[in-house]
């Protein structure tokens, strides 16, 4: 079955300094990877996502996360922080050859907090 | 363009109660699913339809069923409410369904629904 680990429930970083979000992933073969973000009171803006090539991915905002199928991970980065970014972060896997949002598992969660 | 609207932004309930939720998707998607966010944790997917059908449905109790409209547009209803119930409901609307293919999901701002 899917799963998705964030071991991560808060993480605090300084404004300006670079970020890494930790996501892990149970499946059997490689599956489809999404980064959403959730600002407080608002729902999920798709940051990125990763279904084959590339294993390095861009997304917006300056994003970026890379797949390693080694450590069954896919870990989101970001160079500098700014304020704004300040939000709930989460790691979700999906099921290739499935359209239905059935076959999305969402991880619970990376609550970032941004020291000024 | 607008995007996915959802109606109530809040609500409060007691237990027993019957509650209806309500999505309108964004103009020419056809696609809608819900998920229930419970406080801490990542959206668990709750059903998604399509052209007025169901074509998944997680794990939640027969007190929670919904429609889709021939507008595209979606209600989730909620019999008997549990103080467990209380949630962030949130609505997703894709462009289509189509069983091996990604759909990209674009999630509404949800319903707070708390119960009493």
């Known amino acids: 079955a899917q799963s998705v680990t964030q071991p991560d429930i808060h993480i605090t970083v300084s404004e300006g300094a670079s970020l890494e979000l930790r996501c892990n992933y149970s499946?059997?073969?490689?599956?489809?990877l999404f980064w959403y973000v959730q600002s407080p009171g608002q729902g999920l803006q798709l940051l990125l996502k990763?279904?084959?090539?590339?294993?390095l991915v861009q997304g917006i905002k300056g994003f970026e996360a890379e797949f390693k199928r080694s450590q069954s991970s896919f870990n989101l980065r970001k160079p500098s922080v700014h304020w704004s970014d300040a939000a709930e972060y989460f790691c979700a896997v999906g099921a290739p050859g499935y359209s239905s949002a059935s076959k999305i598992i969402f991880g619970s969660g990376t609550r970032l907090s941004i020291r000024p | 363009d607008a995007g996915v609207t959802q109606s109530p932004t809040h609500l409060i309930k007691t237990r027993g109660q019957h509650v209806t939720l309500r999505c309108s998707p964004i103009?020419?998607?056809?696609?809608v699913s819900w998920y229930q966010q419970v406080l801490g944790q990542g959206p668990q997917f709750i059903f998604q339809?399509?052209?007025?059908?169901?074509?998944g449905r997680g794990n939640f109790p027969d007190r929670f069923s919904a429609r889709q409209f021939p507008n595209y547009s979606s209600e989730l209803n909620v019999n008997a409410l549990l103080l467990g119930d209380s949630a962030l409901y949130l609505c997703?609307?894709?462009?289509?369904?189509?069983?091996?293919?990604?759909?990209?999901?674009?999630f509404g701002d949800g319903t707070r629904l708390s119960i009493l």
């Open positions: 103009s020419g998607h056809k696609s």
């Open positions: 499946y059997g073969a490689t599956p489809y």
């Open positions: 339809y399509y052209e007025k059908e169901e074509r």
């Open positions: 997703a609307s894709s462009p289509d369904y189509k069983a091996g293919g990604y759909q990209p999901q674009h």
């Open positions: 990763y279904f084959s090539g590339d294993t």
